[in-house]
């Protein structure tokens, strides 16, 4: 289905990390949303291009398919696209005769960009109509945590998208990072010293120390 023609609007803000998520009201695919009804819960927003395109179409089924796990990790999915309930629900019914899942979360309709345009998800160069790529995080408390922006050309990968969530629910619940390529089970990494005392107690602590500022620990 075509997408609606965009008219041209104000230069877009991107809202930051650990910044207030910009609450917005909005049609979906599961009735009228704001993402305050939200607030306690995680939120993965994610907007894709356009309905009944291929590249989607195998983001929306693997979100579907994992679907289970991200509500075992208190994540309410929401999906986005600047085109029509309608289509919307023309698509997902589609997807779920030919590729047997059922998508049990809403997609919102965005018709009039308006949270496109407050989420900067509308980049010109790629595309003048349609909502680039993105995935926003954001936590119970209505921050956002992460942002993972993608090209027209290149599916999400959901792991990772649910690796970002257990990280960040790790940390907050651990006082911890985690280093690169972490995954629940692997040991975190422990804040660095902020004084001298500290860095020499450290360097005597039971942690798996590599140096004062770089220790790791295996969480129970």
Partial sequence: MSTPAVAPGP???????????PDFEAKSTHGPLKLSDFKGKWVVLFS?????????????????????????????LIGLSVDSV???????RNIEQ??????????????????AQTYGLIH????????????????DKGKIRALIYYPMSLG?????V??????????DGNACATPANWVPG???????????ADAEQRMQSEYDVTDWYFSKRTLK
């Fill in 86 to 92: 309608t289509a919307h629900i023309a698509w997902v």
């Fill in 11 to 21: 230069a877009q803000s991107l809202p930051r990390i650990n910044e207030d998520a």
């Fill in 48 to 76: 894709h291009p356009a309905d009944f395109t291929p590249v989607c179409t195998t983001e929306f089924v693997e979100f579907a398919r994992r679907s289970e796990e991200f509500k075992k990790r208190d994540a309410q």
């Fill in 98 to 115: 030919h590729f047997g899942v059922k998508i049990d979360f809403p997609v919102i309709a965005d018709l009039d960009t308006k949270v």
């Fill in 156 to 160: 999400r990968n959901i792991d990772e």
């Fill in 186 to 196: 692997e040991p975190v990494i422990l804040p660095p010293p902020q004084t001298i």
């Fill in 124 to 139: 010109p160069s790629a595309s003048e109509t349609a909502t680039v790529r993105a995935v926003f995080v954001i936590d």
């Fill in 162 to 171: 649910l690796r970002v969530l257990d990280g960040l629910q790790t940390a």
